[in-house]
């Protein structure tokens, strides 16, 4: 397998210092993603206008990602970075004039809001796609491990640190925090691309030196529906790889109802600050699971391994909040995120490595594409889901109290505890799956 990574001390380097300005603009997102959705449904009540805040953030990035995608694998990536960072930045404060004290005029907000996310789907690709230029194929475990680490930081540190926030500065000064970190991840990627040569140089070595300029003007020449349908080829090529992208889209859509419904989840009988607390400590489990995968790498990311990580999440899950006790929302937390490092790496890693590295930005960014549409689905979803049938049905005369009231309780809130058992048993059913499926296994022969 081609691998075009810069090798040794000074690559593993370079990443750390691209990784740092990655994590801390997370935590700048993690901040707003928890002011915004927080105050949306204080101010309404509604697990609609959480849910819509995740879909103003999201689906404008799930959209733009292919074409992102082949822009990391005819442009500069580092550049890309820079771009996706200052623009997300712009797009947060765009959003400021519609902060209203502790809440937020949604419809108004919705341009910056979409902004930000068509930036983060530019910068999304190319920092994925980026590890491949800076690592060779045995450090792809140790940094898929950072990696889930940095993408935890909204969930490990952001919640707690924001419901504290909030009870001192409002949600204008929070965002405001969000569009800095922003700034300074662009900072710091423009540091580390400057001590770097051009991608065309890296990738091509010495036949693209001496070829200079020229050397790029065929992937310049290339239409860009060739590229698409290209990404799509190496996708549909490797059966494997296709029949993992499908399940992950499955599993997103769970997972993302989980994202989507744990904040009306919590605050149907606790508080703000309470709510950030648990959030944390649920998130420790990623920081855990990402400090194991880090030391021991490789040697639990095989199908069998990840199959049974994948059958413990959805266990873990069907038990959050199964009663109004945040106890019992914190165990099953802490231990489902637990799980997921080991899940998300080792689909990642199975992925990467049976894909050619100069194709890898157009795979990912279809990869995505198709994925997300479970995610997209979920977000899109989810206030009905809750407001309309589950929550009606466990209210103290809903028609499934009777039932299930012993198990659940009744009351705002309960209709969402079951559909996150229902959603933890779905899952379980998805780990049989892959256990299951030849051609995923055969993804592990080839590595």
């Known amino acids: 397998m081609k ?20 994590l801390f603009s997370s935590l700048g997102t993690g901040l707003t993603a928890f002011a915004l959705t927080a105050s949306a449904y204080r101010q309404s009540g509604q697990a609609a206008d959480s849910a819509l805040v995740l879909l103003l953030s999201f689906l404008p990035s799930f959209l733009i990602r292919p074409f992102a995608g082949v822009l990391a694998d005819r442009l500069d990536r580092r550049f ?22 502790d809440g937020v005029d949604l419809h108004a907000a919705a341009p910056g809001l979409i902004l930000s996310s068509l930036c983060a789907g530019i910068l999304s690709p190319a920092y994925k796609a980026s590890v491949s230029d800076f690592l060779p194929p045995e450090l792809y475990e140790k940094a898929g491990g ?12 952001s919640p707690m640190t924001a ?51 020229n050397s790029t003007a065929p992937a310049a020449d290339r239409d860009l529906k060739e590229d698409l349908l290209e990404g799509w080829t190496v996708i549909r090529s490797r059966r494997g790889v296709l029949i993992l992208t499908v399940l992950v889209g499955f599993l997103l859509f769970f997972v993302s109802l989980l994202q989507a419904l744990l904040t009306p989840l919590i605050l149907s009988f606790s508080t703000i600050t309470r709510l950030g607390m648990v959030q944390t400590l649920c998130a420790c489990g990623i920081l855990v699971g990402s400090l194991i995968l880090s030391t021991l790498g490789g040697s639990l990311l095989r199908v069998r391994s990840l199959s049974l990580c994948l059958g413990a999440m959805g266990l873990f899950f069907a038990f959050i909040g199964i009663r109004e006790n945040l106890i019992l929302i914190i165990i099953p937390g802490l231990l489902f995120f637990m799980t997921l490092p080991f899940v998300n790496t080792g689909i990642e890693v199975l992925i990467r490595r049976n894909i ?15 994925t997300c549409f479970g995610a ?55 780990s049989v799956l892959l256990s299951r499926s030849e051609s995923i296994r055969a993804l592990e022969e080839s590595c």
């Open 163 to 213: 419901g504290i926030l909030m009870m001192h500065i409002d949600v204008s000064a929070i965002l405001l925090l969000d569009a800095i970190s922003f700034l300074v991840s662009a900072l710091i990627i423009d540091l580390v691309r400057r001590g770097m040569a051009p991608t065309a140089e890296r990738e091509g070595g010495e036949e693209n030196t001496m070829q200079g300029a």
């Open 376 to 430: 997209i689905s979920a977000f899109g979803c989810a206030g009905f889901l809750a407001d309309r049938i589950f929550n009606p049905l466990m209210m103290d005369r809903g028609a499934l109290v009777p039932l299930l009231g012993r198990i659940f309780g009744s009351g705002q809130g309960r209709g969402i505890a079951l559909l996150f058992f229902i959603s933890g048993t779905s899952v379980i059913f998805l």
């Open 80 to 101: 890309l970075m820079m771009i996706g960072n200052m623009g997300s930045a712009m797009g947060i404060l765009l959003v400021l004039p519609f902060i209203r004290g």
């Open 146 to 157: 950072l990696v889930q680490l940095s993408s935890a930081a909204p969930l490990l540190l």
């Open 3 to 22: 691998n075009t990574g810069i090798n040794g001390r000074s690559g593993f380097t370079r990443f750390l210092i691209l990784w740092s300005g990655e």
């Open 356 to 370: 050619e590295n100069d194709k890898q930005g157009r795979a990912w960014s279809l990869i995505s594409f198709i």
